[in-house]
């Protein structure tokens, strides 16, 4: 484990504001430079400096590889108590125990934990209307709650607003990237990008494919219109700025044959874009699958007919696998998105984490709101630990939250821009306190050494210990602001 000091006394704030041991700034809340604060009311520009040169002051925790499995001691780990994270032009331009000269404005949050901002790799924008929806499995709170909510996203308006409240709730909760489902109507695509662009956020996304068994206005009127839709919005969006296209079909029971060779073609047009799509995560979803689709070998061999298996894939939850789907995700390159709040609250099964990774499977963690309960990644994880001792396995800290950072950064192809804190990634960065509350505070006096304490940190910490998000060097969330 690379460590460049020692560790000290766990030290915490109180929840209402900053450090109070060697502030340097004497407004804090404009220390970061300009900032612009992201409200129910859309962006809000906050009186401040110059965005250019400045330097954060915390414990800062990244990685350098993957933490192999179990190892609490893991070289994986960078963990650089009290230093400066020095952010020039929106990104990281270096890491230093020395306090900065003069040509850098300080922020000092000193006993504080600084971490690479949050990857989430398989949400949807429209269902947080429908989180925490009662008593149904998977195919049934589709019909019941998820169709209904989505059929909304129809309206511009609805599209607009809802885009800017799933955004802002994201960045509220740590998460600065994201990979994301909107609606089938490429209003809601639109919303979605427009909103990501406007906040400078690292955005994966794609209307959804739809042309079968589902509700009226949440089907495409036909494969052709679908493609052409897909077309202008992939010209449109694709590559500007930190938005990319994700080819994205909802699952291989909502399209037909004929859509998801569309899809497949788009891939092939362009290997830049990426795709996303739901494999195997409910029984009776599989069962379903194997009915309208008996040529294929298994749920993952309908992908890969269609031409949808390859290095720029996210599958999310990945549950009902054999051997040969394992082996032939690892030899496309292509990622599972581990969604274990959802797949706890919906009941659809318990992801086997090592025998993805005994594959060489690329494994992220996401939140899969509304399915999933939260869009706290820090809960996320914990979930994540609590399916794996499940199936009497021990997942640390290190492995789960590499998965939410630089590991989910990896499996995207972004690990020189997201993820870390490498210099000349961009800077993407929140600030936490590492307790919360007296029962956290207590927790983490206690702790014998850096693993213990940032489980207990992992495992107890949610939203309420974020103090500040930046998205590419802006700060886009800061506790207590207006």
Same mark, same amino acid.
């Given at each position: ?6 560790i ?21 809340a ?17 009186t ?5 040169r ?14 192999a ?12 108590p ?7 032009? +929106? ?27 949050f ?14 929806? /009662? ?17 909304? /996203? ?24 994201? $990979? ?8 809601? *695509?639109?919303?979605?990008?427009? *909103?990501g ?25 036909? $494969?052709?219109?679908a493609?052409?839709?897909c ?13 990319? /296209? ?26 830049s ?9 409910n029984?009776?979803? $599989? ?20 031409g ?15 051997? *040969? ?17 959802? =797949?706890?609250?919906l ?12 594959? +060489? ?35 640390? *800290? ?15 192809g ?14 993407d ?35 309420? =210990?974020?103090?500040?998000?930046? $998205? =590419? ?9 207006p």
């Amino acid at each position: 484990m690379a460590i460049d000091a020692s560790i000290r006394d766990p030290g915490t704030a109180p929840a209402g504001g900053r450090a109070s041991a060697g502030g340097t700034a004497a407004d804090p809340a404009a220390a970061v430079g300009h900032r612009e604060a992201v409200g129910a009311g859309g962006l809000q520009p906050v009186t401040g400096p110059t965005p250019g040169r400045f330097a954060l002051r915390g414990d800062l925790l990244d990685f350098v590889a993957d933490p192999a499995w179990g190892d609490v001691g893991s070289d994986a780990v960078r963990f650089r108590p009290d230093h400066w994270l020095l952010i020039e032009g +929106g990104r990281i331009a270096g890491v230093q125990a020395d306090e900065p000269d003069a040509g850098w404005t300080r922020d000092d949050q000193q006993g504080r934990l600084i971490l690479p901002g949050f990857i989430d790799t398989h949400v949807h924008s429209p269902q947080l209307d429908v989180i925490a929806s /009662y008593g149904t499995e998977l195919l049934d709170w589709l019909d019941q709650h998820t169709f209904p909510a989505e059929l909304r /996203y129809a309206d511009a308006a609805h599209a607009e607003s809802g885009a800017s409240l799933f955004l802002d709730a994201l960045i509220a909760h740590g998460t600065t990237a994201a $990979v994301v489902f909107p609606t089938v109507h490429p209003v809601s *695509a639109d919303a979605l990008f427009a *909103a990501g662009q406007a906040r400078g956020m690292r955005l994966i996304a794609g209307k959804v494919l739809m042309d079968r068994h589902a509700p009226d206005g949440l089907r495409d009127a036909s $494969v052709e219109q679908a493609e052409r839709e897909c077309r202008e919005l992939i010209a449109r969006w694709h590559g500007t700025d930190r938005l990319s /296209y994700a080819v994205t079909v909802r699952f291989a029971p909502t399209s037909s044959p004929a859509q998801l060779a569309m899809a497949g073609r788009l891939c092939a047009d362009d290997p830049s874009l990426y795709m996303q799509t739901h494999l195997a995560e409910n029984r009776a979803e $599989v069962k379903w699958v194997h009915e309208l689709f008996p040529e294929a070998r298994s749920y993952l061999d309908v992908y890969a007919r269609a031409g949808l298996l390859h290095a720029k894939s996210v599958f999310a939850h990945g549950i009902w696998l054999d051997d *040969a789907d394992r082996a032939a995700l690892h030899a496309a390159g292509a990622q599972i998105a581990h969604s274990p709040s959802s =797949n706890l609250f919906l009941g659809s099964g318990l992801f086997d984490w090592r025998a993805a990774e005994a594959a +060489g499977i690329n494994v992220s963690i996401a939140s899969d709101v509304g399915g999933g309960t939260s869009l706290s990644m820090l809960r996320n994880c914990a979930y994540a630990y609590k399916v794996q001792a499940m199936a009497g396995q021990r997942l640390t *800290a290190w492995k789960a939250l590499h998965a939410a950072t630089r590991g989910a950064a990896r499996a995207l192809g972004l690990e020189r821009e997201i993820g870390s804190f490498e210099v000349g990634c961009a800077a993407d960065v929140c600030v936490w306190d590492w307790a919360v509350g007296a029962v956290a505070q207590r927790r983490a006096e206690r702790a014998r050494d850096l693993h213990e304490r940032t489980f207990a940190f992992m495992l107890l910490a949610d939203e309420r =210990n974020l103090v500040n998000a930046l $998205v =590419n060097g802006v700060s886009r969330y800061e506790r207590g602001a207006p």
